[in-house]
C-alpha cells in the first residue's frame, strides 16, 4: 500500500511514541514492510522505550529521583530524531545500569532482560487461550459455518492488526474475529502438517518490542510475543513439538 502523503521522519517518531491515528499508523506500517533497514532502527527506538518506561515504572529504583528524572530526559530525547540514536542508546545503557535494572553487557531490539523474564504472561495469552478452545468447540459443531477463506489484508482494514505471512504448507482451517479485553482481536486456527495451531493477534494497547517467550497453562501451550502495537500468540496442545520456533519464523515475516 502506497501512502498518499509520504512517510518522514516526524512520521516515524509519532508512531514510536503512539500519537498517529489508526489509518496513518497502517501506512507507517506497511512503509516499515518495505523497508526492512528504518524498521529495525524504529523496532530499536521502541525497545528502548519499553525498557525506559520499565524503569520509570518501578517503584524502587536504585539512585532514585535523579536517577528517573534523567532516565525521563532521555525518554524525551527520542522525539528529537535518530542522527544521535547510538549516542542516545549507549547513555539508556548507562542509566539503566546505575538503576540496576541491566545485568548483562548488551541489548538490542529483541534482547531478554531480566525484568522481562521474571514477569508472568501478558493478559492477551489469557485472551488467546479462549480463543483457541471457543475455536475448538465450533469446529465440533456442524451448524457452524467455518471461514475458510481466509483474507488478511480485509481483517487488517477492520481492525488495524498486521497478521504474519502463514507459509505455504499451511492450511487455514478457520479465521474469526473475537471480542476481547482489548478489543477486536483475529484467530485463525490452521493445520501446520497435522498439527493444530491457532494464531492470535491482538492490539494491547501498549508499545513493546518483545521476542518469543513460552508458557504453558491450562492444558495448553502458547508462544507469544509483541511487535509494536500488536501482541500476537500461537497456542498449541502440550504435543506439539517446536512451537516457540514456528512462532519464530511468523514473527520473521512481520519485517
Do not use: C
Not at 14 to 38: Q, T
Not at 91 to 117: I, R
Request: aromatic fraction near 8%; hydrophobic fraction near 45%.
Amino acid at each position: 500500500m502506497t501512502p498518499a502523503d509520504p512517510i518522514i521522519d516526524a512520521d516515524l517518531d509519532a508512531y514510536v511514541d503512539g500519537e498517529l491515528d489508526v489509518s496513518r499508523r497502517i501506512e507507517v506500517e506497511s512503509y516499515l514492510s518495505e523497508h526492512p533497514d528504518m524498521a529495525a532502527k524504529v523496532m530499536a527506538d521502541l525497545s528502548l522505550r519499553g525498557e525506559l518506561r520499565l524503569a520509570l515504572a518501578a517503584e524502587a529504583v536504585a539512585g532514585g529521583a535523579q536517577t528517573r528524572e534523567a532516565a525521563r530526559r532521555l525518554e524525551r530525547g527520542l522525539a528529537s530524531g535518530r542522527v544521535f540514536q547510538s549516542l542516545q542508546r549507549i547513555a539508556a545503557v548507562g542509566v539503566l545500569v546505575t538503576a540496576g535494572w541491566v545485568a548483562h553487557t548488551s541489548f538490542g531490539a529483541f534482547s531478554a532482560t531480566e525484568v522481562s523474564a521474571s514477569v508472568p504472561p501478558p493478559e492477551f495469552v489469557d485472551d488467546a487461550v479462549a480463543a483457541f478452545r471457543t475455536t475448538a468447540i465450533r469446529s465440533e459443531v456442524a451448524s457452524q459455518p467455518k471461514a475458510t477463506g481466509y483474507n488478511p489484508e480485509e481483517m487488517r482494514a477492520a481492525t488495524a492488526i498486521v497478521m504474519p505471512t502463514l507459509p505455504a504448507d499451511w492450511k487455514v482451517a478457520d479465521a474469526e474475529i473475537y471480542p476481547s479485553a482489548f478489543g477486536p482481536s483475529i484467530e485463525v486456527s490452521v493445520d501446520a502438517k497435522g498439527k493444530r495451531l491457532s494464531l492470535f493477534a491482538v492490539r494491547p494497547g501498549s508499545f513493546a518490542v518483545a521476542k518469543v517467550a513460552h508458557v504453558a497453562l491450562d492444558g495448553v501451550q502458547a508462544s507469544y510475543w509483541q511487535i509494536g502495537e500488536v501482541a500476537y500468540a500461537l497456542v498449541a496442545d502440550p504435543n506439539v513439538n517446536n512451537l516457540d520456533g514456528e512462532a519464530e519464523r511468523l514473527s520473521r515475516t512481520l519485517y
